[in-house]
């Protein structure tokens, strides 16, 4: 079942008409493939070939001749029958035809075309020239094969040793995959969605009805998958989740080359067929195919886009025309993804899926022609219709760029039956009750959630999801740190929850807990009221935000140094309400006690204190401007994790209020970016700092989030390095009250040394400035002042075995110690991937 699911992502397929015909156009003289030639059953039904020159062409009918054009070629009519399943075509060049395409002016005629058509991008760009619209659009998704495209029979499988060739076993495995899709797909699935277009803002979708074979609940995170683009006129056209050149971007000339193919009849006229490829011949593989281009509007009417590779991939946008708006607009759009014939690797959703040539056995012969993964293919195929163009719509939370119905897993068959487009076949239920009863069977949609909960950290039970970061930690305090938590799940009530821990450290012998609750006040703003009461303890002047983005990580590795933490014991109450989608806050109020676990004291000439109280107001923001979610039955869900991301919070402490103790404010902020150009490298940038008004003690300070030690001898100091921490800046080695630091890191592209091993290295520079009014007041502790500037610069290579990597960083400037191997770290790295 596993298979099933990676082949939704990855693989192809079609509904099958009666009668088929493949083929393939050549010249007659060169026997070249002539690419995008015009194959014409009817005025209704043609196509054109694909790269290699070949074609297939369906009808319901029985096919007796089909026509065959190509621009500078003698058009030809070719008898055929329908016995013979597979015909090659030769065309002769004509110089007639010729005469009526010669470049009489002084470029590529196509270049001219090309450019009218991104100079009238604007007028001809629904987003751009309409103020809204809305549609209805009904998707389906096959993963199958043709039976006549394999053999029923059982096959012999030869083995060759010594030049000889023996009988080494019977391969039964055609004949059982023909027995099982002459009856089902192997896949299938369905969607009915509303979308929505407001001017300056961006288009959303409501999904009104889904259904996936083997699912009750869908798997959210499939639906919001690009496979296609649906507007042609961005800079970059997605293809199966990964992003490419659009062949009419502002700079395209650049990297295509165009030639016209010929002029053919559209609704309202003409359109010219112009044929593009990438200019550079590279391994990994450029986008090729055909834009149909209107002649008095320079609007696309019909796009093709091709990548044939070690996968073989085919994208169709047909477009209408809507005369009342007097423009093109999106109608269909289908996506075909099989095997492909040649060795060129080809990457699938943004690198994270590659594909390369596999190793073969040349010892094992085995007589079929054709097997199960050749001729098994995937066909996304999606029609829009109610199409209302320029009436109100109005979309209040842009950022939601997906909106799940709660009711759209439960749509009845008349609903379904009133939107589809395309008929459900008794192949098709079939698939549905095979893989309903199957995955029942085999847990899986158990397993889709137990993995989606772990990837968040949490192991879900029926009612409770445990915590899994809560489990085991390490840190020189407590030493080894055993623990049990969690929060009741959406099983238990989708309205309140409960959550809870307990955790005992082997070194401090002590216990730490917390407990509390929170309900739901509204589902659409996602806002909730909490209140908790909390012992535990947290590192001493680390920076901390209360709204933020977090990850699962089972141990945090610079806690495996750190001994200076604080104690605290809190009643805590927090709001939490979403702005927007990408704009999250949170409130929260606290009042308890602070013990610092070290040798400390706060001494001003007013206080001398080893323990403190603080009464706290704290509010904090999370901003994602370009991040995108979807809101579905589980709560809300990224779909786009975009950059930049804001993080900011401002935290008040009230003087003799609750007893507290203190009176200073806190200003926090965080700043990540990510540019990744198209196809390489990617740099990493985080900005963060604070700054107090006021005095405050040690829990409220800044250590810029050292990680280092100077233990002896120096090999001791080899230990794992952190995630966007100083890795040559002692523990406490410098305090502030206020400061300012930069992380860069620029990740060089994986180097493909095999087809395992694949390190990556980095270049990593960080710099911090700082300082702190009254330092004296800080006892107990000794540490210096950032006010001169603190840099460091390294080199990382990840990805050498199993995740772990090497770093190689050192500090520079005016902090520079005397002993050149007390500047220099050696870390071990390491990336999680759960291979999910």
């Known amino acids: 079942m596993k298979n099933i699911f990676l082949l939704i992502l990855l693989l192809p397929l079609s509904v099958f008409s009666?009668?088929?015909?493949?083929?393939?156009?050549?010249?007659?003289?060169?026997?070249?493939?002539?690419?995008?030639?015009?194959?014409?059953?009817?005025?209704?039904?043609?196509?054109?070939?694909?790269?290699?020159?070949?074609?297939?062409?369906?009808?319901?009918?029985?096919?007796?001749k089909i026509t065959i054009s190509y621009v500078g070629y003698t058009t030809k009519i070719v008898a055929v029958s329908n016995s013979k399943k597979y015909v090659i075509i030769p065309l002769k060049a004509s110089v007639e035809n010729l005469k009526e395409v010669l470049i009489t002016a002084k470029e590529n005629p196509a270049l001219q075309i090309i450019r009218a058509v991104i100079k009238n991008k604007k007028e001809n760009n629904i987003e751009t020239r309409l103020n809204s619209f809305k549609f209805n659009a009904y998707n389906k998704i096959l993963v199958t094969a043709n039976p006549d495209s394999i053999k029923g029979k059982i096959d012999s499988i030869f083995k060759i040793a010594n030049g000889k060739k023996s009988f080494f076993k019977l391969d039964s495995s055609?004949?059982?995959?023909?027995?099982?899709?002459?009856?089902?797909?192997?896949?299938?699935?369905?969607?009915?969605s509303e979308f929505q277009f407001q001017k300056r803002k961006k288009k959303k979708e409501i999904i009104l009805a889904s259904r996936m074979a083997g699912l009750q609940q869908p798997v959210y995170e499939l639906l919001a998958i690009t496979l296609q683009n649906f507007s042609i006129y961005n800079?970059?056209?997605?293809?199966?989740?990964?992003?490419?050149?659009?062949?009419?971007?502002?700079?395209?000339?650049?990297?295509?080359?165009?030639?016209?193919?010929?002029t053919v009849n559209n609704t309202i006229g003409k359109s010219v067929v112009i044929h593009f490829k990438p200019k550079q011949n590279k391994k990994v593989l450029g986008i090729e195919g055909v834009l149909y281009i209107d002649q008095k509007s320079f609007a696309i009417t019909k796009a093709i886009?091709?990548?044939?590779?070690?996968?073989?991939?085919?994208?169709?946008?047909?477009?209408?025309?809507?005369?009342?708006?007097?423009?093109?607009?999106?109608?269909?759009?289908?996506?075909?993804?099989?095997?492909?014939?040649?060795?060129?690797?080809?990457?699938?959703?943004?690198?994270?899926?590659?594909?390369?040539?596999?190793?073969?056995?040349?010892?094992?012969?085995?007589?079929?022609?054709?097997?199960?993964?050749?001729?098994?293919?995937?066909?996304?195929?999606?029609?829009?219709?109610?199409?209302?163009?320029?009436?109100?719509?109005?979309?209040?939370?842009?950022?939601?760029?997906?909106?799940?119905?709660?009711?759209?897993?439960?749509?009845?068959?008349?609903?379904?039956?009133?939107?589809?487009?395309?008929?459900?076949?008794?192949?098709?239920?079939?698939?549905?009750?095979?893989?309903?009863?199957?995955?029942?069977?085999?847990?899986?949609?158990?397993?889709i959630n137990l993995a989606r909960s772990i990837l968040k950290g949490f192991?879900?039970?029926?009612?409770?999801?445990?915590?899994?970061?809560?489990?085991?930690?390490?840190?020189?305090?407590?030493?080894?740190?055993?623990?049990?938590?969690?929060?009741?799940?959406?099983?238990?009530?989708?309205?309140?929850?409960?959550?809870?821990?307990?955790?005992?450290?082997?070194k401090d012998n002590d216990f730490k807990y917390s407990f509390g609750g929170s309900i739901r006040l509204n589902k659409e703003t996602n806002t909730w009221l909490s209140a908790n009461y909390t012992n535990d303890i947290k590192e001493a002047a680390s920076l901390d935000f209360i709204a933020k983005n977090t990850s699962f990580s089972p141990v945090n590795p610079r806690n495996l140094n750190i001994s200076k933490f604080y104690n605290y014991k809190t009643i805590s109450v927090d709001l939490k309400h979403d702005v927007q989608p990408n704009f999250e806050t949170k409130l929260q109020l606290s009042t308890g006690d602070y013990s610092p676990v070290f040798n400390y004291k706060f001494i001003s000439p007013t206080k001398n204190l080893n323990k403190y109280q603080l009464t706290l107001a704290i509010i904090g923001f999370q901003y994602n401007p370009n991040s995108e979610y979807m809101n579905s039955p589980i709560g809300k869900l990224t779909i786009k994790n975009k950059y930049p991301q804001f993080t900011f919070q401002v935290a008040k402490s009230f003087e003799n209020i609750l007893q507290s103790d203190f009176n200073f404010t806190q200003v926090n902020l965080r700043i990540l970016e990510n540019i990744k150009p198209l196809r390489k490298g990617t740099t990493k940038i985080l900005i963060e700092g604070g700054i107090v008004f006021g005095d405050a003690p040690i829990s409220h300070l800044f250590n810029s989030a050292p990680n280092y030690t100077f233990k002896s001898p120096w090999r001791r100091r080899i230990n794992l390095a952190g995630t966007n921490s100083f890795e040559t800046m002692g523990y406490n080695e410098f305090i502030s009250d206020r400061y300012a630091a930069i992380h860069i890191k620029h990740l060089l592209k994986p180097l493909r040394l095999f087809k395992k091993f694949r390190p990556q290295f980095t270049l990593v520079t960080r710099a911090v400035i700082g300082n702190i009014n009254n330092p004296s007041y800080q006892t107990g502790i000794q540490f210096k002042s950032l006010k001169k500037g603190y840099f460091e610069s390294g080199l990382e290579l990840n990805n050498l075995f199993k995740g772990f990597g090497l770093s190689a960083d050192y500090r520079y400037g005016a902090y520079t110690n005397p002993i050149w191997s007390d500047n220099l770290a050696v870390k071990l790295t390491f990336k999680l991937n759960l291979g999910i």
């Open 459 to 506: 192991y879900p039970t029926k009612y409770i999801d445990l915590n899994l970061g809560k489990i085991i930690n390490l840190n020189n305090y407590e030493g080894l740190r055993l623990g049990f938590g969690g929060v009741t799940n959406n099983q238990f009530s989708s309205k309140f929850r409960l959550e809870s821990f307990i955790a005992y450290g082997t």
């Open 18 to 64: 009666q009668y088929q015909i493949n083929g393939k156009v050549i010249d007659s003289k060169s026997k070249n493939p002539l690419v995008f030639a015009n194959v014409i059953l009817n005025k209704t039904n043609g196509t054109l070939t694909d790269i290699d020159g070949t074609f297939q062409i369906n009808s319901t009918k029985p096919i007796t």
């Open 305 to 447: 886009f091709e990548l044939k590779g070690i996968v073989h991939i085919k994208a169709t946008q047909n477009f209408i025309y809507k005369k009342k708006s007097k423009i093109w607009f999106p109608s269909v759009q289908d996506i075909l993804i099989k095997k492909g014939i040649n060795k060129k690797q080809i990457s699938l959703f943004g690198g994270m899926v590659q594909f390369s040539e596999s190793v073969k056995n040349d010892s094992i012969q085995n007589t079929k022609k054709n097997s199960a993964e050749t001729i098994t293919y995937f066909l996304s195929k999606t029609k829009n219709f109610n199409i209302e163009i320029n009436k109100p719509v109005n979309i209040n939370k842009s950022a939601t760029t997906i909106q799940f119905k709660d009711d759209a897993a439960y749509k009845s068959e008349l609903f379904w039956n009133t939107y589809r487009t395309d008929s459900i076949s008794n192949r098709d239920k079939k698939t549905y009750l095979v893989l309903d009863s199957l995955a029942k069977k085999e847990h899986i949609e158990h397993k």
């Open 235 to 262: 800079p970059f056209y997605t293809i199966a989740g990964t992003k490419y050149n659009n062949p009419i971007a502002d700079h395209a000339l650049k990297h295509y080359s165009y030639k016209i193919l010929d």
């Open 174 to 192: 055609n004949y059982k995959f023909r027995k099982e899709i002459e009856n089902k797909h192997l896949y299938i699935s369905e969607k009915i």
